[in-house]
């Protein structure tokens, strides 16, 4: 049926001069070969294809085959396959570029997740050809087959561990493969064209590369995992896909400085900022530095004399922009970047003024914002790391300003109570021989110790939730009575001691007994109510739910371990209290 | 100044309990002088004075103050306590820019080729700059100069603004004392290149002397 079609339309058309086709003529000849294609008369289809008489028709009509033919390719049925390929060939080879374009690019957007890879695998090539012969004014179709590829690329599971990115079941590692090879000889072309003319910038197909290189870095590069494999000289597939992306860059004449540079120098809203985005996002940079900085990729071609300090300075601005993502890939490359950055400069040597850089303080908050919500273990426990190696990069001036800060901002209790631990260990260091500084000992430290020995909520504190805090601040005091001497009083402590008595101890007093009493009540109205309800009568008064997971009940025995355990809470930090105040007793009262 | 302060509080209001602390502490500290205050120890925020001074501590303070006069502006160091006291402790304002004096500078320059000896770049200008870097051994560790035909049109100077610790301090230093044109040899020592940690990346050790043939090009 369908085949009898075909050729009435051949027939029909053989008749018509070249350009006289109508769209019906058009729209025949596809529904029939389509038919055709799929009824399984791959071989007359072929024939028809193939035969001299037909080579306008195929010459105008053929790419409307493009579609059929490759899901029957897809599908590698045996017997149609063979004529299939040949027939998609020979469509290739005849039919116009512009047309075969917009064909090929059609069914690489179309095509369905599960058949990306393979769709993408079988047409790079015959869309290079293509685009090959379009000549000079094949930039914007190469800009948009790349963005096209990649965006189906993009939908790709990214590999997470070697043997997956090994095994590739999604394809992913073959098709950034076939996409290297896809762009060569156009990045030949530009590189080229560099010898001879000096002005590249304007070169519409070196931006096109551009654009592709700056979006291959945000996906998937920053989502891949691109450790070397250990004991071996071959790089794994994403890695070397990495690398290959760099050496375009550099290839289109782009240079690895300017590029980290760039946001650096323009910083007014350009017209066409947008554009200006596009070419150069926040993400794609930041992938780049931790390739050179952290994987050591294509740092031959960074020069080796830019000064420590100023490495971390522009890296500030990429670290943020991965830490401020929710994605493990990212949050740990941040990560990664940050210690590197940090590792080149030495300890107790970034200057105070480093902080009045907007970076420097909302990178540490955004660490911090890892260390206490990421679900991620590993990657809070080296945020906390990394927390500590930026702390002991800074001179003691630099450590003064920061602490204050930290501590202003934080809400946390745990930070900040481990803040006020780098802080005794500050003083400790200072009050050694040869180390004394006018940071941590002298008038300059008593902002910061008052800042410390305070309750955030004066007496209304909530002592269970601040424990952190308290103890650090309480330890801390308890530190200064024993180390500083009443006659030397190096940090301040003795002079300032009674307004820490009004302000700090008192209030603490009071906030205890407040917490205690509360506390007995509700123990004592719990045993009450459990005596009453009796052992049967154990039911919940409402279910919790987190994270989707229900909660087992709280028995009434839990219930009022919880409230004892708070009353053992209360007690520690009373303990401490009384032994400052026995130590205060003995030095103060003659 | 008033030049004569009238009691306003006769023995009886100041025994009398309508009368706080607070109040008398208040008068005390607005008018008496910074010596009075300190020796009365009334010194300091007024909560805490009232709390560590007796009501009839402070009777007798405000007597005192009357009978020997010591007002404000009456005490012969009290300008300069003001002034003391004014100058708080800002010590942190400092400038960055404090040049201290930390001895001789800590890099070599042999001029190779001479420059225009006219054209010197200013800190925060943009230089361009051919070099190779070697360490002491002759180990090249990087350049921008490259020998090949085909790639000689390609590459580029090296682009940064000068003085302002974008670079190693070394090269910072050097490349200020240069003219447009010039060609130099710097031996930097290590404190002024990548000091005690090196560059595992880029193949520098440790406390590194580094040896750099620059050749300023253009500036601006």
């Known amino acids: ?590 | 100044m008033a030049a004569e302060l009238t009691r306003e509080w006769s023995d009886e209001q100041l025994k009398s309990d309508d009368l706080a602390k607070k109040d008398i502490i208040k008068f005390l500290q607005d008018h008496g002088a910074d010596s009075f205050l300190a020796e009365h120890k009334l010194m300091g925020n007024i909560k805490n004075v009232s709390k560590t001074a007796k009501k009839e501590q402070l009777i007798a303070a405000y007597n005192n103050l009357f009978e020997s006069k010591r007002f404000k502006g009456t005490d012969p160091l009290e300008k300069v306590t003001e002034q003391v006291k004014a100058v708080k402790i800002e010590e942190k304002e400092s400038k960055p820019e404090e040049v201290v004096d930390e001895g001789p500078p800590k890099y070599t320059k042999y001029v190779l080729k001479k420059g225009d000896k006219e054209n010197f770049p200013k800190k925060g200008e943009a230089v361009g700059c051919w070099y190779v870097g070697t360490l002491e051994d002759g180990t090249v560790f990087d350049s921008n100069v490259t020998t090949s035909a085909k790639k000689k049109k390609q590459s580029r100077p090296f682009s940064f603004k000068v003085g302002l610790g974008r670079v190693i301090r070394g090269w910072d230093e050097a490349v200020l004392t240069m003219s447009k044109g010039e060609k130099a040899r710097l031996e930097i020592q290590s404190e002024w290149a990548y000091g005690r940690k090196g560059l595992p990346d880029a193949k520098i050790p440790p406390n590194a002397n580094l040896i750099f043939e620059v050749e300023l090009v253009s500036i601006d």
């Open chain 1, 1 to 590: 049926m369908a085949l009898h079609q075909l050729h009435d339309v051949i027939r029909r058309c053989q008749a018509i001069p070249d350009d006289g086709f109508k769209a019906e003529d058009y729209d025949q000849f596809q529904m029939a070969g389509r038919s055709c294609l799929e009824e399984g008369k791959t071989a007359e289809v072929l024939d028809i294809v193939t035969d001299e008489k037909n080579k306008e028709i195929v010459k105008s009509m053929g790419w409307n085959l493009l579609g059929p033919l490759v899901k029957i390719v897809l599908k590698k049925e045996a017997e149609s396959l063979q004529h299939c390929l040949t027939t998609l060939k020979h469509v290739l080879e005849v039919c116009s570029p512009k047309e075969l374009l917009v064909g090929l690019l059609e069914q690489i957007e179309d095509a369905d997740v599960d058949n990306i890879a393979e769709t993408i695998i079988l047409l790079l090539q015959p869309l290079q050809t293509a685009l090959l012969k379009l000549g000079k004014k094949k930039a914007s179709s190469l800009g948009m087959s790349l963005s096209t590829v990649l965006n189906q690329i993009s939908q790709l599971p990214v590999p997470y561990t070697k043997e997956q990115e090994e095994e590739d079941v999604y394809g992913l590692c073959q098709c950034c493969a076939a996409l290297i090879e896809f762009v060569k000889p156009f990045v030949d072309e530009v590189d080229r064209g560099r010898e001879s003319k000096a002005i590249v910038a304007e070169n519409e197909q070196r931006i096109e590369l551009l654009k592709f290189c700056m979006k291959s870095l945000g996906n998937p590069v920053l989502q891949s995992q691109l450790d070397k494999i250990p004991d071996s000289a071959e790089d794994p597939p994403l890695r070397h896909f990495a690398a290959e992306i760099l050496v375009i860059l550099s290839c289109i004449g782009e240079s690895f400085p300017a590029l980290l540079l760039h946001h650096l120098v323009k910083k007014k809203a350009e017209p066409g900022f947008l554009e200006e985005d596009v070419k150069y996002p926040m993400e794609s940079l930041a992938c780049l530095s931790y390739l050179l900085f952290v994987q050591h990729i294509g740092i031959e071609r960074f020069p080796t004399v830019f000064s420590p300090v100023f490495i971390l300075q522009f890296n500030m601005q990429y670290i943020e922009v991965l830490l401020k993502s929710s994605e493990e890939s990212m949050l740990s490359k941040g990560l990664e970047l940050y210690e590197k950055s940090l590792q080149r400069t030495e300890d107790n040597s970034l200057p105070m003024q480093l902080l009045e850089v907007k970076c420097f303080l909302s990178v540490p908050q955004d660490l911090v914002t890892v260390m206490t919500l990421c679900p991620i273990q590993h990657l809070r426990t080296e945020a906390l790391a990394v927390f500590q190696l930026y702390i002991d990069k800074f001179d003691t001036e630099g450590k003064h300003k920061l602490f204050g800060c930290l501590l202003k901002i934080s809400q946390h209790a745990g930070v900040q109570g481990y803040i006020i631990t780098n802080i005794k260990n500050q003083i400790d260091f200072s009050l050694k021989p040869g180390n004394s500084n006018v940071w941590f000992s002298g008038p300059q430290l008593l902002p910061l110790l008052h800042l410390v020995l305070s309750l955030p909520e004066g007496p209304e504190t909530d002592l269970l939730q601040n424990f952190d805090r308290i103890m650090g601040s309480l330890n801390l005091l308890r530190y200064l009575l024993i180390r500083d001497k009443e006659w030397d009083n190096h940090t301040g402590i003795w002079t300032e001691l009674y307004k820490i008595e009004e302000n700090f101890l008192k209030l603490l007093h009071t906030g205890l007994k407040m917490s205690k009493a509360h506390y007995e009540a509700e123990i004592k109205k719990t045993k009450e109510n459990n005596r009453k309800r009796g052992p049967k009568e154990s039911k919940a008064v409402c279910t919790l739910t987190v994270g989707g997971e229900k909660l087992s009940n709280v028995t009434p025995e839990m219930h009022l371990q919880v409230l004892q355990s708070a009353m053992f809470t209360f007690d520690l930090i009373e303990s401490v209290l009384a032994r400052i105040e026995e130590i205060i007793e003995v030095k103060v009262k003659p």
